[in-house]
């Protein structure tokens, strides 16, 4: 649930809160409203402790859950991929995310 929602939730701030694409849409529905370009800077503050939170829990793991593929770990790819919607970038720093998304991506045909 944590490895969907929280980042997800992030992204849609900034996705839905920038650009004329969603402009009047920033929720998802037929009203239209404002966007709230604050927002676009709250999901990007929440995006680097989530990244390094993440991370830290794949250190020594080749999984997020266990020891075979599970939903969390084609849910945190899905999330991984569309931080480029966004254009954020992981840091390159975080080593066992990268690490994680090559076996991942591999496993998943990608």
Not at 13 to 40: C, S, T, W, Y
Request: aromatic share 10%; proline share 8%.
């Amino acid at each position: 649930h944590r490895t969907y929602i929280e980042p997800f939730m992030a992204i849609a701030e900034v996705l839905r809160n920038k650009g004329q694409r969603f402009a009047d849409r920033p929720l998802p529905g037929p009203v239209k409203m404002p966007q709230i370009p604050e927002l676009v800077e709250r999901g990007l503050l929440k995006l680097p402790p989530f990244f390094e939170s993440f991370d830290e829990h794949l250190a020594g793991r080749d999984f997020v859950v266990g020891d075979q593929l599970s939903m969390a770990d084609i849910d945190l790819f899905v999330v991984c991929e569309f931080t480029a919607w966004i254009k954020f970038e992981i840091p390159q720093a975080h080593a066992n995310i990268a690490r994680w998304r090559e076996r991942i991506g591999t496993v998943l045909g990608g």
